[in-house]
């Protein structure tokens, strides 16, 4: 195990601001795993996460808006990830002249799509997963959720 210290070969003032820094680079240590996971499939993390809200919706067209609630990385979410799977024919668009909104539904290989992901994601991060222990995930759950207050 490399701690933070070795990692990026620093020492810190306060246990606080090294907690903080290890945050942020397991955080980008997880978010390249994901790179390294979804590139060979010609998608960004977020395009997946897209396609894992909308499965996980069992065809149930959602709004722009109900999916920007559920994804993680808020600052890459745009309308532009949208027209990427659109383009791909991984979702489709929806006009709902009831509530004047778009809405998206996964398609058909889009659905294919995001079974592939989820079974690769498994055999490639439970590993990583695994390695701590659920009494350890809930404290690190819990402080993590104390820490965005």
Known sequence: MTTIEKAIKT???SEQEKALANILYSGNHI???LYNLTRPFQLNSVQ???LLILNEAQGIPLSF???SDRIFEKEAFSQRQFDKLLNKNMIEKIQDDFKD???FR???SGMD???ALESRTRNYLDPLKNRINPQEARML???LDKLRG
Do not use: R
Request: proline share 0%; net charge neutral.
């Open 31 to 33: 978010k390249h795993l």
């Open 106 to 108: 996964v398609t058909e």
């Open 65 to 67: 808006e109900t999916i």
């Open 101 to 103: 909104k778009v809405l």
């Open 141 to 143: 759950n819990h402080i």
């Open 11 to 13: 020492q810190f003032s």
């Open 113 to 115: 799509m995001a079974s």
């Open 48 to 50: 997946y996460q897209i």
